[in-house]
C-alpha cells in the first residue's frame, strides 16, 4: 500500500460493567480482536484504528458517593477517578497496537455514547465504523438501549457490529 492512505477504523470502546472488573467490555474487546483477524490480518501498515471512549455523566453526578456529604474535594477526586480510568481503558487498546505495529489514536469525550460516537464519525470521517454489540433480546433493549442499533442507522459511515460469542456472555447478559 505504498503511497497509499490507511484505511481509518474507528472502534467505540468501553469499560466493563461487571463489577470488580476494571478492564475493557467483552463486547469492545470482541470488535477490537475482529478487527485485527478479519480486517487487518497481516497488513498492519494499511490501517490505522481510531479508539473513541465515550464516559457516561452520572445522573445525580455523584456517582457511589452519599450526594449529601460531597464535598469540592469529592468532585475532584470523581473526575481524576473517571479521567484515570477512561486513560487506562485507552491504553490497553492503544499497547496491543504498538504490540504488533498498528498505527492508532484515541480519545475520550462526554455524554450520551450513541449520540457522541455519532457525532465523532460525522467530524472524524473514518472508513469504518466497529461497535460491539451484547447481543440482548427485543424486552432488555427496551430497558437498556443499544449504541449499536443506533451507530447502524444514524452513523455516517459504513457500520459493522460484533455480536459477543455466547461463551462470553455473563450471568446477567446486560453486564458486559
Same mark, same amino acid.
Given at each position: 500500500?505504498?503511497?497509499?492512505? #490507511? ?7 468501553? /469499560?466493563?460493567?461487571? +463489577?470488580?472488573?476494571?478492564? #475493557? ?5 470482541? #470488535? ?19 479508539f473513541l471512549h465515550v464516559q457516561v455523566p452520572d445522573e445525580d453526578g455523584f456517582d457511589d458517593m452519599d450526594s449529601l456529604? #460531597? ?42 455514547? +450513541? /449520540? ?5 464519525? +460525522?467530524? *472524524? ?5 466497529? *461497535?460491539?454489540s451484547r447481543g440482548l433480546g427485543p424486552f432488555q433493549r427496551v430497558f437498556v438501549g443499544t449504541v449499536s442499533e443506533f ?7 459504513? *457500520?459493522?457490529?460484533? +455480536? ?13
Amino acid at each position: 500500500m505504498e503511497g497509499a492512505e #490507511a484505511t481509518r477504523i474507528m472502534i467505540g470502546v468501553n /469499560e466493563s460493567t461487571i +463489577k470488580g472488573y476494571p478492564h #475493557a467490555s467483552i463486547s469492545s474487546r470482541g #470488535a477490537f480482536d475482529w478487527a485485527l483477524q478479519k480486517i487487518v490480518r497481516s497488513n498492519t501498515s494499511g490501517f490505522k484504528f481510531l479508539f473513541l471512549h465515550v464516559q457516561v455523566p452520572d445522573e445525580d453526578g455523584f456517582d457511589d458517593m452519599d450526594s449529601l456529604y #460531597a464535598s469540592p474535594q469529592d468532585f475532584k477526586n470523581m473526575k481524576y477517578r473517571d479521567r484515570t480510568r477512561g486513560l487506562h481503558l485507552l491504553e490497553y487498546f492503544v499497547n496491543r497496537c504498538h504490540e504488533i505495529g498498528v498505527a492508532c489514536e484515541a480519545w475520550i469525550k462526554m455524554g450520551d455514547p +450513541k /449520540e457522541v460516537i455519532c457525532h465523532e464519525v +460525522k467530524r *472524524v470521517q473514518p472508513d469504518l465504523l466497529v *461497535v460491539g454489540s451484547r447481543g440482548l433480546g427485543p424486552f432488555q433493549r427496551v430497558f437498556v438501549g443499544t449504541v449499536s442499533e443506533f451507530c447502524q442507522k444514524h452513523a455516517e459511515c459504513p *457500520v459493522i457490529s460484533i +455480536k459477543r460469542r455466547a461463551d462470553e456472555t455473563p450471568q446477567d447478559p446486560v453486564d458486559d
